[in-house]
């Protein structure tokens, strides 16, 4: 310090005179020119220690020989060094305080835009969901749970707009459906009732026209039944061990009668080994074969042949139904596992089917692990196969 000559020392006697002084000093700090009392434990002291107001802090100290204070060292140091650190350290602090903040904010920023923003947008996003409406979309990029949630709710909204729009075409086609036999119902039940019609056998006509639309509702309702409780998510099939030599056999005895009365010949020559047991649900594969049969029937002309068929394969059993009736065009075989589709809807209709039965086929056969495709030749006929997976 003494180097820097930034302190000044001044040394006093006694009687306040000075001794000696390093370098010189305003007049303003002669007030501090006293000497300290000459009794002993005279203690050092700080004068002056206001630093921002005063230009120098002032320190005084006793020099002692034999208990006496034989003189006074004071020393001068000035304040303005001090004053310019803590301005300085001061600047510093508010610096860092400002910074600080900055950052903070850019960070609760990032933060906001991060996670606040996305949160945001999905709760909109489920509201306009609740309202029905899918146009919105979320940015689905990114590793964190965030954009994961994002990800399943686009998901969802893919799949809530589907199941929307397929229940829509679902009741369209319902309606439609019900519409034609209803009609016909009310139209020729208001004209027999009007007893316009004289003609005893007219009038019979009439009710078979009226028979037969109630016959479809009849057909259309259950098969809409079993459509609904296999389109429910919680279906389960019952399967147990079946054998399915014994449950075709059911089928052929329930539809000889009806194939007679056809004109069709219904052929089921048995496998000569007495059981293939499959893990099925035998009510739901009767229900399948009852309906391949009926197809059968239905689309053979009188004169023709069908014939069911069990054996099996290395890794399935197979069962197959084939008619010589009159065949699928090849542009509409794919479509013949669509519920509703029928390839002649006029033709169909007036057997009574609303083309339900493919559909629930290959509904129940999937819920087997298994498959069912068809190969068919317009005026020849068709072959349906069901593999089913072996137990
Ligand atoms: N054995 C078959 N021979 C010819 N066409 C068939 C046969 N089985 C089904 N089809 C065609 O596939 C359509 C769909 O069959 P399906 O779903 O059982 O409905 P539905 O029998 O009620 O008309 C039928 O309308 C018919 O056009
Ligand atoms: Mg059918």
Redesign the pocket.
Known sequence: MEKNAITSVIVLDSSGQVLTQSRSLPPSQNVYLRPLPEFNDAPSELVESDWRNKPYLVSKSPVTIQGKTVATVIMFTPSEPIRTAIESLQRILIGVTITSSVASAVLIFIIAKRITRPLVNMKNAVRLLSQNKYNFSLATDGKDEIAELSRSLMDFSHELKHYRLERQDFLAEISHELRTPITYIREYANILRAGAIQDEEEKEKFLDYIFDASNRLYHLSDDLFELVQLDQTNYRIQKESVNLIALIQQAVDEFKLGFAEAEITLQWNPPKKRTINGFIDPVRISQVLV?LL???K??TPAGGHVEIKVSELPYAIEVTVS?T????PEENIHQ?WQRF????KSR?RA?G???????ICKRIVELHDGSIRVQ?RPGRG?I?TVLLPRP
């Not at 089917?353 to 559909?359: D, E, F, I, M, P």
């Open positions: 309906n009926e197809n059968a239905k689309y008619d009736g009159i065949g699928i013949i589709y029928r390839v002649e169909s057997h089917g609303a083309g339900l039965g493919l559909s068919s068709s349906f």
